[in-house]
């Protein structure tokens, strides 16, 4: 069973970085055939896809974040990474990582997302 | 960005009837890449219907999606209790991956 996991701070001081961990298990993440991927749920319920990576590095980011976003990969810890740059109260969401197979363009599996409060 | 409206916004419904719920796209999306997502409270989204029409492993073969172009439907053909929540179509033909604002099932 296929089962994605989130991890880091819920709380973040403006100007900061927001930092979060998503592990991988009953999956390789160097398959090749999905993308991992970060999606953002504001508390208005909107979704944002935020970003993905592929097991080779590369890298596909929302063009509304992408000064200030950096997803990495680290295939041999089952793992991959969300940083978030200069963060405000706009980016205070629930935070998801999901698998997205390159096949079908969809999000079969997501995280139980962490909440990101961004406040003084 | 191709921008996803979905239709209507809350649908009130009593279990046993059809729910039918719109998604429109402002740009012309693959087939291959519009799915469909169901969200309870306190929960991540699930995979319900990808690829415009194929139903994700373990969904129940009440729901049924259709369209083609800029218009594609989720159809639920006899509401369950469970069936009640906020259900989202998704695109990725074109970059950004980008959800619709979501549906709201309630029951009434």
């Known amino acids: 069973q296929v089962q994605l996991q989130e991890s880091g701070p819920g709380l973040v001081k403006p100007s900061q970085t927001l930092s979060l961990t998503c592990s991988v298990s009953g999956d390789s993440i160097s398959r090749g055939n999905s993308y991992w991927n970060w999606v953002r749920q504001y508390p208005g319920k909107g979704l944002e896809w935020i970003g993905n990576?592929?097991?080779?590095?590369?890298?596909y980011y929302n063009p509304s974040l992408k000064s200030r976003v950096t997803i990495l990969v680290d295939t041999s810890n089952h793992q991959f990474s969300l940083r978030l740059t200069s963060v405000t109260a706009a980016d205070t969401a629930v935070y998801y990582c999901?698998?997205?197979?390159?096949?079908?363009?969809?999000?079969?599996?997501w995280g139980q997302g962490t909440m990101v409060t961004v406040s003084s | 960005e191709n921008v996803l409206t979905q239709s209507p916004g809350t649908l009130s419904l009593s279990p046993g009837e059809r729910a039918t719920l719109s998604c429109r796209a402002s740009?012309?999306?693959?087939?291959?890449?519009l799915a469909w997502y169901q969200q309870k409270p306190g929960q991540a989204p699930r995979l319900l219907i990808y690829s415009t029409s194929n139903r994700a492993t373990g969904i129940p073969d009440r729901f049924s999606g259709s369209g083609s172009g800029t218009d594609f439907t989720l159809t639920i053909s006899s509401l369950e209790p469970e069936d009640f929540a906020v259900f989202y179509c998704q695109q990725y033909g074109s970059s950004p991956a980008t959800f619709g604002q979501g549906t709201k099932l309630e029951i009434k």
């Open positions: 999901a698998r997205l197979r390159r096949s079908a363009g969809a999000f079969d599996i």
């Open positions: 990576i592929y097991y080779s590095g590369s890298t």
């Open positions: 740009q012309n999306v693959s087939s291959t890449y």
